[in-house]
């Protein structure tokens, strides 16, 4: 009787704290979301307990996931514009006013941060030892500036967030990163997007002396000169092509990659390099249009320069990380070809091959850093007939990596189609050399799996490995969910959400082709 009682109790209580939460989440977006993560800070720095500290990190980061949850649930996919917005006025002297919403093309961005947040505090639950409440402090601060960037519906406000992530990332890695060579990657990761960035102010302050306001909304109803948008398309495309990154501004991240911890180089593939195709997404888009369309020979020249040497030079790389890394330049710069192939086919696949890449590509990391707390070292040569010793580690490594040879059924399949069929459709040449990705995906792919999954036992202490922990299969085990969620049953995520948004900003704010053929003619 006194269990039934409970148990009744349990569904009650968590019934009304459903209902609290949603109606929070329509009234105050980052309240629900944001001051979670403030708190938690507080709490952290209060306690003294180490293990208090990993705990309460954890459970804030999986508080916000379930808002983000949540706010799916409530979320209308007939509404084009910014829902849940939350006033804040951040920037009084300049009247800012509604600066956090949520819409099609942004929810998923905000769902897989939230989602890789607690993923990679319980993958370096054991593997951190020194500073450990300073390290979830950071992580949490990554989570609250990279939801900010996904979550502003204003222009400064996405700069200042997108600026501000490099601060912990860079403490992350000068300081928890593997090796003696993590002050330099800090260093090139640090300055490679700083540079191109101030760039990208300075169009911002000059959008702002051009409309009055540095409101997305505001600035979309407002119609730049074809100069203007030259050189803003300019400015921005500096700051947002480090961060994919693109061919040549592509040099720090094998860096950042190799000397960051797991944990580092997850959120780094995961989302940083997210940021990118969000910003080209969703500001020079939709706000520079012609100049997007006049430059696009410029971008696929450099793209197809990435995804090409990104695939040649990941098979000669004898480093895990290095490998995965140059696989990152590789699917980035093909989302890039992506979003420029001006279709609906291309631009939806640009956004799921992001998310999927998010999935697939903090995977392998992931399976990276279980062998390396194991060996501590990550050369391909130490490596070998792990099949016998690692049965599910094996398994786990097979499904991500059939994943990024983009296998049907797998989440990449359906990003990489829809992108090659807008890239085919824009330019046929750029289709065929866009399509070798996925056969030098393959060859160095499937060269990887064979050399450490597959032969004999190298070393002898190998015979000693134990397999997965509950720890390590529960950091996995969602993972491999998205990649075949998304590659069995993508409608959601295309015509549900993202689709509609999509759409609505292509035709609406993308560009007739035969009047911009006209206009490219008479360009500058």
């Not at 204003?154 to 060579?181: C, H, K, Q, T």
């Not at 997210?274 to 100049?291: D, P, Q, T, V």
């Not at 050399?451 to 922990?469: A, P, Q, S, V």
Request: aromatic share 18%; hydrophobic share 55%; charged share 10%.
């Amino acid at each position: 009787m006194v269990v039934m009682m409970f148990f009744r109790f349990l569904i009650l209580f968590f019934t009304v704290l459903i209902k609290v939460l949603t109606l929070m989440l329509f009234t105050n977006l980052y309240f629900c979301l944001l001051l979670p993560i403030i708190l938690g800070f507080v709490m952290i720095n209060s306690i003294v307990k180490v293990n208090n500290s990993k705990r309460i990190g954890l459970l804030i980061s999986f508080f916000v996931f379930l808002c983000c949850l949540l706010l799916w649930n409530n979320f209308s996919n007939k509404m084009y514009t910014y829902q849940f917005v939350s006033i804040l006025y951040w920037v009084p002297f300049v009247n800012k006013l509604e600066v956090l919403g949520v819409d099609g093309l942004s929810f998923f961005f905000v769902l897989l941060t939230a989602f890789l947040i607690p993923i990679c505090l319980l993958a370096s639950w054991s593997s951190v030892k020194k500073e450990v409440k300073s390290y979830i402090m950071y992580f949490l601060f990554l989570d609250l500036l990279l939801l900010l960037v996904f979550l502003s519906t204003d222009v400064l406000l996405f700069y200042v967030s997108f600026e501000g992530v490099l601060i912990p990332m860079y403490i992350l890695i000068g300081v928890w990163g593997s090796r003696e060579r993590k002050i330099r990657a800090g260093y090139l990761f640090f300055f490679y997007t700083l540079l191109g960035s101030i760039f990208m102010l300075l169009g911002i302050i000059y959008i702002y002396v051009r409309t009055g306001s540095t409101s997305f909304e505001v600035i979309n109803c407002y119609e730049f000169s074809l100069e203007e948008q030259a050189w803003l398309w300019l400015s921005f495309f500096l700051s947002l092509a480090s961060k994919i990154p693109m061919f040549p501004f592509h040099v720090w991240l094998p860096e950042a990659h190799v000397e960051a911890p797991t944990a580092g180089s997850v959120l780094l593939a995961g989302v940083l390099l997210k940021l990118g195709s969000y910003g080209f997404l969703r500001y020079s888009l939709i706000l520079f249009s012609i100049a997007c369309y006049y430059f696009s020979s410029v971008v696929y020249v450099l793209a197809l320069l990435g995804v090409v040497l990104g695939s040649l030079t990941a098979i000669r790389q004898t480093d895990l990380k290095r490998i995965i890394a140059y696989s990152s330049v590789a699917h980035m710069n093909l989302v890039m070809l992506g979003i420029f192939s001006f279709g609906i086919a291309g631009t939806e696949g640009s956004i799921l091959q992001s998310l999927s890449h998010g999935f697939v590509a903090s995977g392998l990391f992931l399976l990276i850093g279980v062998l390396y707390d194991r060996t501590h070292s990550r050369e391909v040569y130490y490596y070998s007939g792990l099949s016998a010793i690692m049965p599910v580690f094996s398994l786990f490594f097979l499904v991500f990596t059939m994943a990024n040879i983009a296998i049907p059924g797998t989440s990449s399949f359906v990003g990489e189609f829809l992108i090659l069929v807008g890239i085919f459709s824009f330019s046929t040449t750029a289709g065929f050399i866009g399509s070798s990705s996925m056969v030098l995906g393959g060859v160095y792919s499937l060269w990887l799996l064979n050399r450490i999954i597959y032969g004999n036992i190298k070393i002898e202490y190998m015979l000693h490995f134990n397999d997965f922990n509950i720890r390590e299969f529960f950091s996995l085990f969602p993972l491999i969910i998205g990649v075949l969620i998304i590659g069995f049953y993508p409608e959601v995520f295309l015509k549900d959400i993202s689709g509609i948004s999509v759409y609505y900003n292509m035709q609406m704010n993308i560009f007739l082709t035969d009047a911009i053929m006209c206009v490219k003619n008479n360009f500058l």
